[in-house]
């Protein structure tokens, strides 16, 4: 699966979880917040994709995935930042 089709699930994975996407400059690779009544992913849109795909893996090893249908290649991504 490409880089950019990952970025995509790992997005549809927020939105399932609840979570609102922004991409914004900065010195950051990404992280999660609630602001107000609404939970927000920030991500540095100056990042590679592939660069991005490791900060959504980082930030998604810190939720319960466990009742949450996840694709194959996501969930060992996930898992896989965990064992570094």
Do not use: W
């Not at 010195?27 to 917040?33: A, I, V």
């Not at 490791?54 to 969930?75: G, H, M, Y």
């Amino acid at each position: 699966m490409k880089s950019d089709s990952i970025k995509t699930e790992f997005e549809n994975l927020a939105t399932r979880l609840g979570y609102t996407i922004r991409y914004e400059k900065g010195y950051f690779q990404g992280g999660y917040c609630r602001l107000k009544n609404e939970n927000i992913i920030i991500m540095n849109q100056h990042l590679e994709t592939k660069q991005q795909n490791i900060a959504f893996s980082r930030l998604f090893q810190e939720f319960d995935l466990s009742n949450i249908q996840v694709l194959p290649i996501l969930r060992f991504m996930i898992e896989d930042i965990s064992g570094e």
